[in-house]
């Protein structure tokens, strides 16, 4: 079962629980992979039980690892190597993109995105690359500016009028170097998590450090000591989280995937800070129902359930299931469904249409199409889409499927356009407007993509089911700028080619 899966535990305290329940496993993954129309299930206990030993987790962590220490030896890292650069923009013609005329690796398959500007990780002090997440944040003069997760620490850059960066500086690692650091912000701090052990949660404040005023030409090393407005591992036993989500109406963050595994009282859950004073970050308490979350989205409940109008509502994206909680009462919270899918692999990360109308949401899958799991069983990417009119009683009512062969990792939907970091593909651009009155998202397009890794463009299906290219993005700027954040090579600003490119 586990190697038809390609997870494989890691540690022999699991291994007696998987070979008792081996012949349960292949029962329910079998009936996951059999069906090609998507829908929603009931979780199956036994294999929950499974996902929350972390096995699945760790195989993954591992799988990328590999992954990148071979293209690392390889050379793919030295991002210094990718020496185009863009004067003005270049424009998205016949399909394709070329930084450097004739040169395959940095000619970019594209459609409706202009490129605007790239640099290497090692113009952002970094030279080993190894992007990982990012966010963006809006001065209130309406300046826009980009936070780089990287190996060493978080990088920022400016971009300007005309679409250029202008790095600014960088906020090292608290502990050591990490491939996993994820990045939001509240009002005008920077929240920064990582996998990396002892590295706690770092508060940054953009505006005091005067990130405004530095001159370019000479960019600032921050201090951990002297420049954080707070740090904070109070309730992470290792110091590690997954990822850091932050709602911003009610004032809290939240630290998810700590490890290790199954630490009491709070399972790898939901831990919530109060942030009414940053300068001092208050634990709450956290929300261990459901165990290990990857991601989640925690917002204000605005929509057709109303019933729970006004409440604290987090959506969790559980490794193998949507998981809907009330987080109001932070001591005692609650489950409101769980919700597992026809090719629950392992449930990744998703967003809300609207957080003004919570009726749909999407969802992604990081390992549905390396094991050819479910609809992603030809390897190409599905993006599920879940009806959630009713919090009690989701309903998976729909799918699209990827136009070249990839992974989906990250996205994010601003006024009925789903933005997606998928890997080896790049940016690719969703219109899933009709989705509110097609949950079957049968009307579903993608109207735009740029492919910044064109090592795999003439792979069987167009790319390769690996962890190479696009890690994550931010789609919220007002000039319309989306700026990308890649493993290997560095930084990416694009922009709608079309007069109508931006919905504001």
């Known amino acids: 079962l586990l190697g038809s899966l390609g997870l494989f535990p890691s540690c022999a305290c699991i291994r007696s629980v998987v070979e008792m329940k081996t012949v349960h496993l292949a029962f329910a993954i079998g009936a996951l992979s059999g069906a090609s129309i998507a829908r929603e299930l009931e979780p199956n206990a036994e294999l929950s039980a499974w996902y929350d030993t972390g096995a699945a987790h760790q195989e993954n ?13 390889e050379g793919k890292f030295d991002s210094a190597q990718w020496t185009g650069r863009v004067k003005d923009y270049l424009a998205c013609k016949d399909g394709k993109v070329e930084l450097v005329k004739g040169d395959p690796l940095q000619t970019f398959r594209c459609k409706d995105l202009d490129l605007y500007d790239f640099q290497p990780h090692a113009a952002f002090g970094n030279s080993t690359g190894r992007g990982s997440g990012s966010w963006g944040w809006t001065a ?11 190996l060493d620490g978080t990088a920022f850059a400016e971009i300007s ?8 500086g960088t906020l090292p690692y608290y502990s050591e170097p990490s491939r996993w650091r994820e990045i939001k912000t509240y009002k005008h701090y920077l929240v920064v998590g990582s996998e990396a052990p002892g590295h706690g949660i770092q508060f940054f404040d953009l505006r005091k450090m005067k990130l405004l005023d530095i001159n370019p030409k000479n960019p600032v090393v921050f201090s951990n000591e002297k420049d954080l407005t707070a740090h904070w591992t109070e309730a992470l036993p290792l110091g590690r989280s997954h990822n850091v989500v932050v709602n911003e109406e009610r004032g809290y963050a939240v630290a998810v995937g700590a490890q290790p595994r199954l630490n009491l009282p709070c399972d790898s859950g939901l831990q919530f800070l109060d942030l009414a004073d940053i300068t001092n970050p208050v634990y709450l308490g ?27 509502i987090c959506y969790g994206y559980n490794e193998d299931t949507l998981t809907i909680y009330d987080v109001t009462d932070k001591n005692t919270t609650n489950i409101i469904s769980r919700t597992s899918y026809d090719g629950a692999t392992y449930t990744h990360q998703g967003w809300v249409f609207d957080p003004n109308w919570q009726d749909f949401l999407v969802l992604d899958d990081e390992i549905d199409e390396r094991n050819k799991t479910g609809p992603a069983a030809d390897g190409f990417p599905v993006t599920y889409f879940w009806d959630i009119r009713s919090l009690q009683k989701p309903k998976q009512s729909g799918i699209f499927k990827g136009t070249v062969r990839s992974v989906d990792h990250n996205q994010f939907i601003h006024r009925g356009l789903s933005y997606q970091s998928n890997y080896g593909a790049g940016l690719r651009i969703l ?17 735009a993509y740029f492919d910044i890794f064109p090592e795999d463009d ?7 089911n690996n ?13 319309g700028y989306i700026v990308i954040n890649t493993i290997e090579r560095g930084v990416w600003v694009v922009k709608r080619s079309s007069p109508w490119w931006w919905p504001w």
């Open 161 to 168: 009028k005309n679409g250029k960066l202008i790095y600014l």
């Open 286 to 312: 956290c929300a261990a129902g459901d165990g290990y979350v990857h991601d989640a989205q925690c917002i204000v409940y605005r929509g057709p359930d109303v019933k729970y109008w006004g409440r604290d």
């Open 467 to 479: 962890y190479t290219g696009t890690w994550s993005h931010y789609p919220y700027f007002k000039s």
């Open 140 to 150: 209130p003069n309406g300046r826009e500016f980009f936070a780089i997760g990287q």
């Open 61 to 73: 962590m591992d799988h990328k690892i590999a992954q990148w220490e071979q293209a690392e030896a």
């Open 431 to 447: 219109d899933v407007s009709s989705v509110r009155w097609d949950p079957t998202a049968k009307h579903v397009k993608e109207i």
């Open 458 to 464: 003439n792979e069987p299906g167009g790319g390769a």
